[in-house]
């Protein structure tokens, strides 16, 4: 059974269809939220960052949010595919043993014990990441405001359920509730213009990359805040993707002066055609923008944002020949709460069986037909 799809934007397709994919053709990289749902993309980042773009030498922006924010730092590390290996192990095995009478472990130990997977996993080597001489790291975290400041049992629920009501209504308004704030290689623009939502940029350092890496994937009430992380504006940062679910950035203005204006948009279709592509590996076709849009159907539309993004994911058919049907995910923990050894077994089966769709990648690669690619 075939595994993979490939979509692709309007300015991409175009490009696609007069050169192919070439590794120098890409920008930028793009690892979503999504927890236990990225484990299916290990053998697609071990092909990517350990074969294919090495054959490149252009500098690369490198955006992630939670589990997409680990992917991407690993990717920066000297023996890339080593890294991603070990990630893939690590995120495997990840056990939050139930105290008698528990239903579901406590965000305090929750945050703990992933922490000092974090801080083991990659040690001294945060001057490693910022140092890559190609790599440029952009860690996307969600800063609270005003009742979300700091993590508190009364207001942290009352902030969460404004923002969901005042997404509901307009995605940029939540922005009074809780702000995107990115961690970026230091002197790195951002890859997208960030015009659409209210964004703070900060360098991340020696200092703020384990605090910043943690606060990317800290879920709330799943995990606690990480608060007050050094060189970033005092406050309680949670989980990438509750701004950037899926990192629906408008990386097709980015770096175009004058982008937004009408003139811009008058730009011939060749002009486009000449610029960076962005690669995203992805467990799905739509890039749903924050997670409270999740039930937003109206929001899982591809916009302009995407208009330049080449976008790699596993064909739903395939996917239900997973165990139990579908993709790991967070409700595994639940199912499995148990029974380590049997959500090991079925994450492990997930994982491996993903290699088809590396495979899949490299032959298209080789032998690129554009019946294959599909629009957004």
């Known amino acids: 059974m075939r595994a993979l799809r490939v979509y692709a934007g309007p300015r991409a397709m175009r490009r696609m269809a007069r050169n192919g994919l070439q590794p120098a053709d890409i ?11 990225g484990l ?7 092909y990517l960052f350990g074969h294919w773009l090495p054959g490149s030498t252009q500098a690369l922006d490198l955006v992630g949010a939670s589990i997409g924010a680990w992917r991407m730092a690993s990717a920066c590390l000297q023996n890339n595919v080593a890294a991603f290996e070990r990630l893939e192990h690590d995120y495997i095995h990840q056990d939050y043993a139930l105290a008698p ?5 406590t965000a305090d130990r929750v945050s703990e014990l992933f922490g000092a997977s974090l801080r ?22 969600s800063r609270g405001r005003h009742l979300l400041h700091r993590e508190h049992g ?5 902030g969460y359920l404004g923002a969901f009501l005042t997404n509901s209504v307009h995605r940029k308004a939540m922005g009074a509730w809780l702000e995107r704030v990115v961690f970026s290689t230091p002197g790195a623009a951002l890859p997208f213009d960030s015009s659409d939502y209210r964004t703070r940029q900060v360098p991340l350092s020696q200092d703020n990359f384990h605090p910043a890496l943690q606060a990317s994937c800290s879920i709330p009430f799943m995990l606690r805040a990480v608060h ?16 950037d679910y899926h990192l629906h950035l408008n990386y097709a203005a980015a770096g175009r002066p004058g982008a937004g204006d009408s003139a811009n948009m008058a730009e011939s ?6 610029e960076a592509l962005v690669l995203y590996p992805h467990f799905q076709r739509a890039v749903v923008p924050g997670w409270l849009d999740k039930g937003l159907r109206w ?9 330049n993004l080449v976008l790699l994911a596993p064909d739903p058919q395939w996917v239900q020949s997973l165990p139990n049907g579908k993709l790991p995910d967070r409700n595994d923990f639940l199912h499995y709460r148990h029974d380590l050894a049997g959500r090991v077994k079925a994450w492990r089966t997930a994982a491996s069986a993903s290699v088809q769709l590396a495979d899949e990648f490299a032959h298209w690669l080789q032998v690129p037909d554009m019946r294959d690619v599909l629009p957004l």
């Open 27 to 37: 920008g930028t990289v793009a690892g979503a939220a999504g927890g236990p749902k």
């Open 40 to 46: 299916i993309l290990g053998p697609l980042d071990r």
């Open 101 to 105: 009478g528990e239903k579901r472990p």
């Open 120 to 141: 083991s996993f990659y040690g001294p080597r945060a001057a490693e990441v910022l140092a890559h001489p190609r790599y440029r790291l952009h860690v996307v975290t």
């Open 154 to 158: 009364l207001r942290t629920p009352l």
């Open 228 to 243: 007050d992380i050094p060189g970033a504006p005092a406050g309680a940062y949670w989980d990438g993707g509750i701004t």
């Open 269 to 274: 279709p060749d002009d486009k055609a000449s």
């Open 299 to 307: 929001r899982h539309k591809p916009t302009h944002f995407l208009d």
